[in-house]
């Protein structure tokens, strides 16, 4: 299998973080999964493109970058099942997909990132997320060293979460998504920066709308390194919420199905003048607060500091503790932000 020693990989962060890994594997097949028992008996991190990964010191673990590329398409009378391996990227896969005519993921364009990655976090914007069209995923188990399928109900999709963030992190490899995609297609736009499209346009408009709306908000890693949203929205119980929404009545907030209400980080952050702040090479950006910039060759300490001036400021106004979406990996594995109390 190919694999490379003393790699760097500040081309491939979105936050163009220099750090450097010991080796760096790029399995293509599963006999070669096979081969890697060894190094996933110790400590590693699976790199898809690193978009939503931000290395906080200057050496990372062993990488296992997988190489697993092809789509395939399939349908019934009544639905579309695409299933695509791991390593395409997410955005030429819903390309791909509104073009050939087979709709739904229209607003999950633009979203950074390899098709393995997306249900580990089970992303979402626009009022979608992946796991409305997930019909299964193929799993590598590193114990069990054989591939097994997951159903949508057992990946345990939340908000940003699944089961691979938790049960089943570092046991294996997402190396396949099947979706599915029902052909009686309807539009979703209900977030607020697409209702102005008629309800009559087709999955390319929205597409062309997100990709629009993402554009004039988020900056282009390419540009200005960044990993989008840097912290998850929070969700409060609605005591807390009551209590904020009298001492803020603009604040955004959206009611979740458990009574809790989930706010706007971004609100919370541009609340408390933190928009633009800089330090050492590390900004949170100008136009959504939510995202946090590499300027001028920070270093991943230096975007984590800020994380956690962040975090404290939006504590001593709020009484929140923002949690990141982004996964900090120092060398001896992953490491989290305290909650605070
Ligand atoms: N807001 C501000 N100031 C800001 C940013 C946001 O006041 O600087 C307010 C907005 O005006 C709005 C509310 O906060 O009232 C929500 O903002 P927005 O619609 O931009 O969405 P978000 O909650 O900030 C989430 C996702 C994004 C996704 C958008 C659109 C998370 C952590 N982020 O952001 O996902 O694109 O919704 O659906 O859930 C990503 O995960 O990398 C990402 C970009």
């Not at 949690?323 to 932000?337: C, K, N, S, W, Y």
Request: charged content about 20%; proline content about 4%; some cysteine.
């Amino acid at each position: 299998m190919k694999s490379q020693q003393q790699f760097s990989l500040q081309k491939h962060n979105s936050f163009a973080i220099t750090a450097t890994t010991p080796v760096i594997y790029y399995p293509k097949t599963i006999q070669e999964l096979k081969s890697l028992t060894t190094v996933t008996k110790g400590i590693f991190y699976i790199l898809g493109e690193g978009s939503n990964t931000l290395f906080v010191e200057d050496i990372t673990p062993v990488i296992i970058n997988p190489d697993f590329l092809g789509i395939n398409i399939s349908e019934t009378n009544d639905y579309y099942e695409v299933s695509a391996a791991c390593s395409e990227n997410w955005h030429d896969l819903v390309c791909f997909c509104i073009k050939k005519g087979i709709n739904g993921l229209e607003n999950l364009a633009l979203i950074p990132g390899s098709v393995g990655a997306a249900p580990v976090q089970n992303i979402g914007a626009y009022g979608v997320e992946i796991a409305d069209f997930i019909e299964s995923v193929t799993w590598f188990d590193f114990g069990k060293n054989k591939s097994v399928q997951l159903t949508r109900q057992e990946c345990q999709f939340e908000y940003r979460n699944s089961i691979f963030k938790q049960n089943l992190k570092n046991k294996g490899i997402i190396t396949n998504v099947t979706l599915r995609f029902i052909k009686k297609w309807q539009a979703k736009l209900s977030y607020q920066g697409l209702n102005r499209l008629s309800e009559n346009c087709n999955a390319l408009d929205i597409m062309n709308a997100v990709i629009e709306l993402r554009n004039s908000k988020l900056p282009d890693p390419k540009i200005i390194p960044n990993a989008g949203s840097f912290f998850k929205n929070p969700e409060v119980c609605s005591d807390q919420f009551n209590l904020l929404k009298d001492r803020f009545p603009e604040l955004p907030f959206y009611p979740q199905k458990n009574g809790n209400v989930k706010l706007a980080a971004g609100w919370l952050i541009e609340k408390a003048n933190l928009k633009g702040y800089q330090m050492n090479g590390a900004a949170v950006h100008n136009k959504q607060a939510l995202v946090l910039t590499n300027i001028e060759s920070a270093k991943g300490e230096d975007i984590k500091n800020l994380a956690i001036y962040v975090q404290k400021t939006i504590f001593d106004n709020f009484g929140i503790s923002l949690q990141p979406e982004v996964r900090m990996i120092a060398e001896q594995g992953e490491v989290f932000l305290k909650e605070i109390h």
